[in-house]
């Protein structure tokens, strides 16, 4: 697919004139990756990653001189946005935020043109500020870890082999930075506190099993070289980087689902896919997240197994 800017600078996404400018600026220059390629990708791939930003705040990730220029988190929505872009109006510490909301291809498109190139949606939907429909695990690697990448793929294993013994269904994600994303869907019945106390629980456990490899030190002169089990996102107004989301690194890796027994595949890494590579891998393989909201569980009934492991 092409974006071709019209005379009066727009192009029709659906039903939607959305405004463009600048679509030859380089945001990758050393591949020679333009904002018009960065909006080809993100329409390309509009129909799987709208099902994980609808109806969520989001922060926008900005690089208007490009991937290695000065950047800017954006959380506040400016006031040259349009008005058919949703906004949600959301409570913090003194006051309150107006952000946007990514339900459709044409607002995708209009937040790429503004050079977000990494959307990072907030973990609970915007009808629900408080309450969490999703849990994440972050996963990267140690820095004086030198099997890297090992590490992080064989802990993605052990963590998903106890989230399944807990009755969960985690999904698993290339970050398209430096590690892996282990993802739970919950069934929007809980509230954030509840959800990080339940993560911290779970990465206590597992670090317990394998504490030579593996810590719940948030300090790192303490780790010892092991791998931190990261569960901090888990918190009221903390994001997560979208799946199939741009990164801001050398040649515009992307945060990819994927199959679990894909993480097996010795080619694999965290930045295995492009904005290039990415819709090929679509076109054969399908979104392998596809379905992925029929996996929502309870995390009042996960707590409850986790406290029959805690008692053996």
């Known amino acids: 697919m092409s974006t071709r800017a019209r005379p009066q600078d727009e192009i029709r996404v659906g039903d939607r004139r959305v405004p463009v400018s600048h679509l030859d600026k380089e945001l990758f220059p050393d591949d020679g990756i333009t904002k018009a390629e960065l909006i080809d990708y993100y329409r390309s791939v509009a129909r799987p990653m709208l099902t994980h930003l609808r109806d969520r705040p989001l922060v926008m990730e900005r690089h208007p001189d490009g991937y290695g220029g000065k950047s800017f988190i954006h959380k506040d929505v400016p006031d040259h946005f349009p008005d058919w872009i949703r906004t949600v109006r959301v409570p913090k510490e003194g006051g309150s935020l107006t952000m946007a909301v990514c339900d459709d291809t044409a607002t995708l498109v209009y937040l790429a043109n503004q050079a977000c190139i990494t959307p990072h949606p907030w973990l609970s939907p915007a009808t629900c500020l408080d309450c969490p429909d999703r849990l994440v695990f972050d996963l990267d690697p140690a820095e004086s870890d030198g099997d890297g990448f090992e590490t992080v793929r064989w802990t993605a294993h052990q963590l998903g082999g106890l989230l399944t013994e807990l009755g969960l269904r985690p999904a ?33 456990v597992l670090a317990a099993r394998h504490s030579d490899r593996l810590t719940t030190e948030p300090r790192k002169n303490k780790r010892r070289g092991r791998l931190y089990l990261d569960v901090q996102r888990n918190a009221y107004a903390q994001t997560s980087v979208a799946p199939y989301a741009v990164r801001a690194r050398p040649h515009a890796p992307v945060a990819t689902p994927l199959d679990w027994d894909e993480l097996d595949d010795p080619e694999l890494g965290p930045r295995r896919w492009t904005l290039r590579s990415l819709p090929e891998r679509l076109e054969e393989h399908a979104d392998p997240w596809k379905g992925l909201s029929r996996c929502r569980r309870s995390l009042a009934k996960a707590a409850q197994r986790l406290d029959d492991l805690d008692g053996r």
């Open 172 to 204: 698993v994600m290339t970050t398209g930075s430096r590690g892996l994303h282990l993802l739970v869907l919950l069934d929007r019945r809980t509230d954030f506190d509840t959800a990080r106390h339940f993560a911290r629980r779970v990465a206590d």
